[in-house]
């Protein structure tokens, strides 16, 4: 009796012991993606012929795909694909980092990002702005926001930079 009790408090330590030294589960960031579409048009400044030339943007179209996670609702990560649709058509892409106020009905962001424009001119700048957000149903919101980019290097960046300040309205679904 005492060598059978003596083996099951041996057993039940050593279990004891092996459940100590296993470490807690994890739990999974669960990932918040989202697409967003929208168009806009502003102004453009930059040198030219010793004078600065100020006039229209080209009117454009922005796709963006926008990564979050539930441990930082505050920040968004965002890859945009963006198409100028007036005069010289051309593509480009705007890697960003958004800096929210978190999820709710309305929210308000600021943005930084480097808007490279490849085809069929080669342009690369940074950008910064801000916008507001209205989520009028769960998965569905309107935006309108304003970006002012700065292209400093390209072969169509005239001399010094070009500076662009747009506004643009589009919708965001929540994947």
Not at 38 to 67: E, H, K
Not at 104 to 111: K, S, V
């Amino acid at each position: 009796m005492k060598c059978a009790l003596k083996k099951n408090i041996g057993r039940g330590l050593l279990l004891g012991t092996c459940l100590l030294l296993v470490p807690e589960l994890a739990l999974a960031q669960r990932p918040i993606l989202e697409g967003a579409v929208s168009t806009g048009t502003g102004m453009s400044l930059g040198q030219g012929d010793g004078q600065t030339v100020v006039m229209q943007s080209p009117m454009y179209l922005d796709v963006d795909i926008i990564y979050a996670n539930d441990e930082r609702p505050k920040m968004e990560y965002v890859v945009g694909f963006q198409a100028e649709l007036q005069g010289r058509v051309s593509a480009g892409v705007v890697p960003q980092l958004r800096f929210t106020t978190g999820p709710a009905p309305w929210m308000a962001y600021g943005l930084i990002g480097c808007p490279v424009v490849f085809a069929p001119f080669v342009m690369v700048g940074a950008e910064a702005g801000g916008g507001v957000l209205w989520r009028f149903m769960p998965r569905f919101g309107a935006f309108a926001e304003i970006v002012l980019d700065l292209f400093f290097l390209g072969n169509d960046v005239a001399e010094g930079a070009m500076v662009q300040l747009d506004a643009n309205i589009g919708v965001r679904l929540l994947f």
